[in-house]
C-alpha cells in the first residue's frame, strides 16, 4: 500500500470561497503530482513537482496553484472557487527506485463539489 | 490520434473467462509502461510495471513489444472482483506519465 494521504476525501462547498487540500506522502518521493478527473474521463495533470521549493504547471490549465515547501507536503488551492472546478482531484508521487522504472502511486483523491 | 490508446470497452465477461486488453502509444521515445486498475469513484491503484520480457503476477500476465509499440494485459481465471477499469500508463519520461482512457471491465456471476 502507497503512503500517500489526502484531506479532505470529500468536500462541497460554496462559490467563491478559498480552499486548500493537502496531500502528504511519507516514501520521502521527491515528484508529486495533481491531476484532475472528471466522471468516467482520463486523468489530466494540472501540477507537478521534482522537489521542494521546484512547481510546474501540467497540460491542463487550471486556475489553482501549489506550494512544496517540505518534500512530503504538497497542497493545492483555489483562491476562489468556482462550480466550473467541480471535479475529482488525485495526487501521486514517485521515485525511481534502483533498477525499477519511476512508478506513481496515488492518493485516494478529494471529491470537491463547488455549488 | 492520442498519444495511449486502449481497447474501447465495456468488457462484460463470465466468473472464470480469460480476457485481454490491449493498448498501443504513439511515441517511440516512451520509457516505461504500467497497468493500473482503478474502481469506480477510487484512484488508480498499480497492478504491475511492464516489462520488455513479459511479466506475470499470478492470473495476471503483461506484454510489451516495442517494435510494434504495443502493450497488453492478460486475465486468467477471472474473479467478481477483477471488475474495474485497466488504465495503461506509458512514462515519456520526467513528469510525462500519459494515461490511456481506459477499458472497463465488469465479470458477471
Known amino acids: 500500500e502507497a503512503d500517500i494521504y489526502q484531506t479532505p476525501r470529500y468536500l462541497v462547498i460554496g462559490t467563491g470561497k478559498k480552499i486548500t487540500l493537502e496531500c502528504s506522502q511519507t516514501m520521502g518521493h521527491d515528484k508529486m503530482y495533481w491531476y484532475q478527473q472528471d466522471p468516467g474521463m482520463e486523468l489530466h495533470l494540472i501540477h507537478y513537482s521534482y522537489g521542494v521549493n521546484s512547481t510546474e504547471k501540467g497540460d491542463l490549465s487550471s486556475e489553482s496553484t501549489v506550494s512544496r515547501i517540505r518534500t512530503e507536503h504538497f497542497p493545492l488551492t483555489l483562491e476562489s472557487a468556482r462550480p466550473s472546478h467541480t471535479s475529482q482531484y488525485l495526487c501521486?508521487?514517485?521515485?525511481?527506485?534502483?533498477?525499477?522504472?519511476?512508478?506513481?502511486?496515488f492518493g485516494p483523491g478529494t471529491r470537491l463539489t463547488v455549488l | 490520434r492520442k498519444e495511449v490508446e486502449q481497447d474501447p470497452g465495456p468488457f462484460n465477461v463470465p466468473e472464470g473467462a480469460t480476457v485481454a486488453f490491449n493498448c498501443t502509444y504513439s511515441?517511440?521515445?516512451?520509457?516505461?509502461f504500467f497497468w493500473y486498475r482503478q474502481d469506480c469513484r477510487k484512484e488508480p491503484k498499480l497492478l504491475m510495471s511492464?516489462?520488455?520480457s513479459g511479466n506475470e503476477d499470478g492470473r495476471f500476465t503483461a506484454q510489451l513489444n516495442r517494435a510494434s509499440q504495443y502493450i497488453s494485459l492478460l486475465i486468467r481465471d477471472s474473479k467478481l472482483s477483477d471488475s474495474a477499469t485497466y488504465l495503461c500508463?506509458?512514462?515519456?519520461?520526467?513528469?510525462?506519465?500519459?494515461f490511456g482512457p481506459g477499458t472497463r471491465l465488469s465479470v458477471l456471476p
Open positions: 501521486a508521487s514517485s521515485e525511481v527506485a534502483g533498477s525499477f522504472p519511476d512508478t506513481q502511486y
Open positions: 511515441n517511440s521515445a516512451s520509457q516505461s
Open positions: 511492464v516489462y520488455s
Open positions: 500508463v506509458v512514462n515519456l519520461g520526467g513528469q510525462n506519465f500519459v
